[in-house]
């Protein structure tokens, strides 16, 4: 890569951390929850729950779901100018 020219920011990039997807384990939450599975797929569609990570519970359809019966896939974006590359130790912001 040929860098022309490269500044450091002194504030962070404006980046938001959005959930991409939530995956539930339905070889337990059908048994422990039948008919109402159905309900908190909807919930889960319609952006209808709350994440509580101090309690570790998924709340939706008026069920709290223990966080061995969901899976949440996260995504930052950036909606500056250009184009956000992340690394394990770094965010670049390239123009």
């Known amino acids: 890569m040929h860098v022309q020219e490269l500044d450091v920011l002194e504030e962070p990039p404006q980046i938001t951390t959005e959930v991409a997807s939530i995956s539930l384990d ?26 509580d990570d101090d309690a570790g519970v998924l709340r939706v359809a008026g069920e709290e779901l223990e966080d061995e019966l969901f899976d949440v896939s996260l995504e930052r974006t950036y909606s500056g100018d250009g184009e956000m590359l992340e690394t394990d130790s770094a965010i670049v912001i390239l123009e």
Request: glycine share 24%; no cysteine.
């Open 26 to 51: 339905y070889s337990t939450l059908g048994p422990r929850y039948g008919s109402k599975v159905g309900e908190i797929d909807s919930g889960i569609e319609g952006g209808e729950y709350e994440i």
